[in-house]
Every structure is written in C-alpha cells, then in structure tokens.
C-alpha cells in the first residue's frame, strides 16, 4: 500500500514570498491533515478536512495560511506571505472514515521542511 | 480541554537495557493515548494505541505502555533497546468534540541508544 505523498520534500524562500506544499493521501482515505512541527516541539493541527469539507481549521492563520482540497482527493496548503515563524516541517496525514466519523489511525506524510530566511 | 506532558525531553540508554519514556495525560473524559515514533526525516509512525480496553497495550517493535488512571499516566516501555531504537517518541491524546479527529502531540522525548 502506498502511503501518504509530499512534496516538496524541503524548500527555502524569503520572508513575505509566497510558498506551497502538495499533499496526496492514502487511496481511499477521506479525512486529510495537515499539521505544524515546529523544531523542538510536537506537531499542531492546522486544519482538517473530510472529502472536500473543512471540519476543523481553528488553529490555522487564515490571515496568511489557506488549504484546499477540492476533488476531495489530493490537497494543497499554501502560505502568503511567509514569516519567519512559519519555518517548520509541514505534516500531511489522512485517516479512513466510517460512518461518517475519522476515528481511526492516521498515516503520516515524510513532511516538507520550509525554512524562511 | 485534553493535554499530554512528556516528562523527559531526552533519554539516553545503552543497547540491551530497558527503555522507560514518561507521559502525563490530562484529560475531561475518558482518553484515547497513542504513543508515534518519528524517525530522522521519515514520517510518524504509530507504536500503540490505548482506547478504554486492556490497560497494558502492546505495539510494535517490543513497546508496550500501561494505562494507569489513578497516576494519569502513559509511559512507554521495552524490555531491551535496540539501535535502531533510536529516534524520537511522542506521547498524544485524542481530541474530543464533533467529527474533530484532532492528535494533541507533546512535545517529544529524544532517545538515545549507546552501543
């Protein structure tokens, strides 16, 4: 079974540049997230999705920050413009759903590494 | 609202001997506690999991942790540590609330492992 896709897999950009990160799930799973690692913590969720709905996205800046996930599939997280601060591993993760409801093990992406200079 | 101490940021133990990571849990309800191993730049991976069944929960690799209510506690445990062993652990609650799936993660223990 493959398992959850990134990419990048590390990116370098200045501040207040606009940066992206693709995500490709599990076939056959409908709930993806995404979280943040930032160095020397553990990893917060910034929003999750079930199919192509938001069901949880109130850790997410969404004054810089948006995501999307619109065939319900892959999904895309994008940051504009950057800070410093966002300079983190970016976690993707999907989980099956039953029933309606993600209660399940979730699979985790290698993340992408941004750094923002 | 629920939360998890990892109460050791970095272990270092030698090959052959046991390996004991802390976790506190705080928590409203009854908990679901998992325990990911994260590798140097490979993704997380689930060790265990512990959901209102057997207290003393087995994982992969020889892990196990117990469940105790009465200390709020979590900790990982394996009887001899491996080389490949090391890496980091984070202890993790589930969040509760609608269709929220949330993992509140702490913030990692470090294990080393000395030949």
């Known amino acids: 079974e493959a398992g959850v896709a990134q990419s990048p897999r590390y990116k370098i950009i200045e501040k207040r540049q606009s940066v992206a990160f693709w995500c490709n799930p599990i076939?056959?799973?409908?709930?993806l997230y995404w979280y943040q690692q930032i160095l020397g913590q553990g990893p917060k969720l910034l929003i999750q999705f079930q199919n192509n709905g938001v069901v949880d996205d109130s850790q997410l800046p969404k004054d810089r920050f948006s995501a999307e996930r619109l065939k319900g599939v892959d999904s895309t997280l994008k940051i504009q413009p950057a800070k410093l601060e966002d300079s983190a591993v970016y976690l993707c993760?999907?989980?099956?759903?039953?029933?309606?409801?993600?209660?399940?093990?979730?699979?985790f992406g290698p993340g992408t590494r941004l750094t923002v200079l | 609202a629920q939360s998890v101490t990892q109460l050791d940021s970095h272990v270092s133990v030698s090959e052959g001997t046991p390996v004991l990571l802390r976790c506190n849990y705080s928590s409203s309800y009854s908990p679901s506690l998992f325990w990911y191993v994260q590798h140097p730049n490979k993704g997380l991976q689930l060790l265990l999991k512990?959901?209102?069944?057997?207290?003393l929960v087995k994982g992969i690799n020889g892990f196990e942790a117990e469940f105790k209510k009465s200390e709020t506690s979590f900790h990982l445990t394996k009887p001899s540590a491996h080389m490949s062993d090391a890496a980091e652990y984070f202890c993790?609650?589930?969040?509760?609330?609608?269709?929220?799936?949330?993992?509140?993660f702490g913030t990692g223990t470090l294990l080393a492992v000395q030949p």
């Open positions: 993790v609650v589930r969040g509760r609330g609608g269709a929220t799936n949330k993992l509140i």
């Open positions: 993760a999907s989980s099956f759903t039953s029933g309606g409801f993600s209660y399940n093990e979730q699979f």
């Open positions: 512990y959901t209102s069944a057997a207290t």
């Open positions: 076939s056959g799973h409908a709930t």
